[in-house]
């Protein structure tokens, strides 16, 4: 069998596969990480930071920093130092809800697409049209000295590094004295002229003022600088620049730092880390202040950290992405800096965005889930101790993105599907099993502990393998969906059959 390795999105939990018992039921059904109906943070299974999106297709991608959780010789969670970071998490929605984990982009290291980069954080997605077909470029930084670029002609890869080195460094013009040369955002404009903003840190003394953050144009080919980059007059700016254009309006938006003086909070109502938009009418600036739009996750949340942020419009609404630390609540390891992503909703007035508030609730759902199409396993809305992978299978070329329980009562949620009035009447499972034919998985409505079981697998093997299995009745209207598994059952994926 054909593997892309390494895949394996690191586990939230210390639990490893062990051997198959008996089937599921409502006394071992594991407890998830976040409510059960609960929509941020959006996944709980791994980190993953630094939250940038693209719109494509009438789908929504999300790619962010691989955060990893790092130990002690004694084993114990060590404050995340982010050097072990050189993996990208993607993960995308056609509805906001219910989301599917893609492979991994393992962007820098040895084992990397771009070899010469150490890290890869904080990326930036931007599709455009090339040649007549549609071209993806994938930001990145390398720690926080430099910024690479990789290409696909898909959302989801293929990638490769097109220039082979870095696209800015300390020795592009205009860089040597910014303390961090990280967090890239790309702009194109309605004119097809792209710009990329970057930057961060606080020089000693110039907490008000610090000049690092940085825009230039970009070439035509996207991985190339049609002119040296020039320096924005931002107050306070720490990090995490962005930029947007809404009513003809350019706006940009960025992260202040922890250095906010108690005149600026009074005369420009902002405070540390937080996120605040400035607006102007050309796209490299100058930017006149508006306000604070995000305050730090921790003033919702109880746990304070560095704060990260994408604006993006979705079939008429806005959004904003960010991160917060809630995951590392629930695991009892309070402000090691590992950090999980959110979705909200931004409101408008006046053709401009009102204050945003981070909810644990998160966004509603946009449409309905069609049961009735294949959706891969590593799709749901919520689960419990579940790891995500991919495989490619043989004669095949797309990946099997699939789930796996760790522990007999694991399980994954799926919301929000809409039987219609004529229903289904059976499910096609595509599994396999640790130990063949002892491994079963349950099928429940609208709770993973009192929810209606509507059918079990009960055959399966070593290998994926395609099952139909009847269910107890015919299943209509919008439902919640459950899958329960036994310790090493993997579910590659599922339909709904009328």
């Known amino acids: 069998m054909k593997r892309r390795l390494p895949v394996i999105i690191i586990l939230l939990s210390a639990l490893t596969l062990t051997t198959c018992l008996s089937s599921p039921n409502t006394d071992n059904v594991v407890r998830s990480l976040k409510p059960l109906n609960s929509h941020n943070p959006i996944m709980t299974h791994t980190f993953g930071a630094d939250p940038t999106v693209l719109v494509y297709k009438d789908r929504v991608y999300i790619y962010m920093t691989g955060d990893t959780l790092e130990y002690d010789h004694y084993l114990e969670v060590k404050n995340n130092s982010y050097s072990a970071i050189k993996t990208l998490r993607v993960i995308s929605s056609a509805d906001l809800v219910n989301w599917v984990y893609h492979e991994p982009i393992i962007a820098a290291g040895e084992d990397g697409i771009a070899k010469w980069a150490g890290r890869s954080w904080a990326p930036a ?30 959302p989801l890869g293929p990638w490769i590094d097109p220039i082979g080195k870095a696209l800015i460094s300390r020795q592009t013009p205009n860089c040597s004295d910014i303390p961090w040369v990280f967090d890239p955002a790309v702009f194109v404009n309605d004119d097809g002229k792209a710009y990329i903003y970057f930057g961060g840190g606080v020089p000693d003394g110039k907490a008000a003022d610090p000049g690092s953050c940085r825009v230039a144009a970009l070439g035509s080919d996207m991985v190339s600088l049609a002119g040296d980059p020039v320096k924005l007059a931002i107050p306070f700016f720490f990090e995490a620049a962005l930029m947007n254009k809404i009513n003809g309006k350019y706006v940009f938006s960025y992260c202040t730092n922890w250095s906010v003086t108690s005149e600026a909070k009074n005369s420009l109502k902002i405070d540390n880390a937080v996120i605040a938009i400035m607006t102007g009418n050309n796209p490299m600036g100058p930017f006149t202040f508006e306000r604070t739009l995000f305050r730090n996750p921790g003033s919702f949340f109880g746990i304070w950290g560095n704060n990260h942020h994408h604006i993006f419009e979705f079939k008429e609404q806005w959004y904003l992405a960010y991160h917060s630390q809630l995951i590392e609540q629930a695991l009892d390891i309070d402000g090691k800096g590992y950090r999980a992503p959110h979705l909200d909703i931004i409101k408008m007035n006046n053709g401009m965005y009102e204050s945003v508030t981070g909810t644990g609730k998160g966004v509603d759902q946009v449409g309905k889930l069609n049961p009735f199409l294949w959706h891969q396993g590593a799709t749901n809305a919520n689960s419990a101790d579940v790891t995500f992978a991919s495989l490619i299978l043989p004669n095949s070329s797309k990946p099997v993105e699939y789930a796996s329980a760790l522990k007999t009562g694991s399980w994954i949620g799926i919301f929000g599907a809409d039987f219609t009035e004529q229903g289904a ?65 993997s579910l590659g994926g599922w339909q709904f059959n009328e």
Do not use: H, W
Request: net charge positive.
């Open 125 to 154: 997605i931007i599709c455009k049209e090339m040649n007549g077909k549609d071209k993806f470029f994938l930001y990145f930084s390398n720690n926080a000295n430099g910024i690479g670029v990789l290409t696909a002609d898909s």
């Open 425 to 489: 009447k059976s499910i096609t499972i595509n599994a396999r099993a640790e130990q063949r034919g002892k491994c079963n998985m349950e099928i429940r409505l609208g709770s993973p502990t009192s929810g209606e079981v509507i059918g079990v697998l009960k055959k399966n093997s070593a290998e994926f393998n395609n099952y139909t299995v009847s269910l107890n009745k015919t299943i209509t209207g919008v439902q919640d969906i459950f899958f329960i598994l036994d310790s090493g059952f």
